[in-house]
């Protein structure tokens, strides 16, 4: 979610109007539509509204990870997602909303959403 609505940013396209189109199509999901407007909020000056914590986030993907390796499981996605709430929490923003992961993945955003 945060990866396609920046990409779409760093495209010169219409974050918003991304976000419309993406939950209008196969991409749709609750997830887009619950977390999409938080994400294009997460840089406003109050941020989006916290709903779910980077450092709870955090904490689960820990979890998650480390009973996937007990079982010999490899779960790289999960991996990568725990990576950027680390790094996103590293940065101060364990009591941000999850959407706010996007400050990781493009900190340096040129639109306003």
Do not use: H
Not at 44 to 70: C, L, Q
Not at 102 to 113: S, T, Y
Request: no cysteine; glycine share 12%.
């Amino acid at each position: 979610r945060s990866e396609a609505l920046a990409l779409a940013d760093a495209l010169g396209l219409d974050p918003k109007l991304a976000l419309e189109t993406l939950g209008g199509g196969a991409a749709a999901s609750f997830m887009l539509s619950d977390r999409g407007p938080r994400i294009l909020q997460a840089y406003d000056e109050d941020g989006a509204e916290v709903r779910s914590r980077i450092d709870i986030f955090t904490k689960d993907m820990g979890i998650v990870n480390g009973a996937a390796r007990s079982a010999g499981l490899a779960t790289p996605i999960a991996a990568a997602a725990e990576g950027l709430y680390l790094i996103a929490q590293a940065a101060g923003q364990g009591a941000m909303d999850d959407s706010s992961v996007i400050r990781v993945i493009a900190p340096n955003r040129r639109g306003d959403a």
